[in-house]
Every structure is written in structure tokens, then in C-alpha cells.
């Protein structure tokens, strides 16, 4: 039970030390390159994994052909687990990149139809405006209608 607990202190340093190092450098890296995040994610996994692995192989005295066993499966499984995150990652950046241009086009849009939206809505405004002022003159045109009328009417008699 004392190997157990010793094998698990000595892989849980090893992990913790190598997640706390690789969520710092990454945190420092992120604001630089747009794919990182989930290439560093894996990264960080697969370090702290491996040197947890390590960790505990070298505590349990492996030999040296069981410890290069250890490392090259953890190899294999690092560059899988790497390239994946590599090829997700620029997955990932290609579609943000395309998700921004389909933004910018759609604002592009709106903003030409608000603006072939302004143009009759300014000629109905126009209209309504002279409407508005031919309501408030008809009482004076039709006084001055009267009174031609009369003048008229004055030149018959």
C-alpha cells in the first residue's frame, strides 16, 4: 500500500508541475496564435500524462526495456493525439476566419438595404410635408376662390 501511495504522490507532482507550467505558458501564447487553444489543451494533457507515466515508471524501477516500451507508446499516442489537435485546430481558426467574412458581409447587406430604405422613405416625408402644408393653405385658397367669385360676380351686374 506505502508503493501505491508513493507511485501516486510522485505521478501526481509530475502532472501537477506540468499542467501548472502548460496552463501558463499557454495563457501567455494565447493572445498570439489563433489555433493554439486546442493544440495547447492537448499538449498540456498529453505532458502532464507522460510525465505523470514517467514518473511513476522511473519510481517503479522498470527496467530499461519496459521503460522504453512506456515511452514509445506514450510517443505514438502524443504525435496521434497532437496532429489531431493540430488539424482540429486549424478546423477551428478556418471556421472562425469564415464565420467573421459571413458577419461582415451580412452587416455589408443591411447596411445597403437601410440605405435603399432612406431614399423613398425621405421622398414620402417630402410628400407628407406638402400634403401637410396644402391642409393649412386650403382654408386661404378657398377664401381667395370666394372672393374671385365675387369679383366676378361684381363685373356681371
Do not use: K
Not at 80 to 93: D, E, I, V
Not at 129 to 140: H, K, N, S
Amino acid at each position: 500500500m506505502t508503493d501505491l501511495m508513493a507511485v501516486t504522490g510522485v505521478a501526481a507532482l509530475g502532472t501537477g508541475t506540468t499542467g501548472i507550467l502548460g496552463w501558463a505558458v499557454t495563457r501567455l501564447l494565447l493572445r498570439r496564435f489563433e489555433n493554439l487553444p486546442l493544440f495547447a489543451l492537448s499538449a498540456v494533457t498529453l505532458l502532464a500524462t507522460a510525465a505523470g507515466a514517467l514518473s511513476a515508471a522511473r519510481a517503479m524501477y522498470l527496467s530499461a526495456r519496459d521503460l522504453a516500451v512506456v515511452l514509445v507508446v506514450l510517443a505514438l499516442g502524443a504525435g496521434t493525439s497532437l496532429l489531431t489537435a493540430w488539424l482540429l485546430g486549424r478546423q477551428a481558426a478556418a471556421d472562425r476566419h469564415r464565420a467573421r467574412a459571413h458577419e461582415a458581409a451580412r452587416r455589408e447587406l443591411v447596411a445597403w438595404i437601410s440605405q435603399d430604405l432612406q431614399e423613398p422613405l425621405t421622398a414620402l416625408r417630402s410628400t407628407l410635408e406638402t400634403l401637410e402644408a396644402a391642409d393649412r393653405l386650403r382654408p386661404q385658397i378657398d377664401r381667395l376662390a370666394g372672393v374671385a367669385d365675387d369679383l366676378l360676380e361684381i363685373t356681371r351686374s
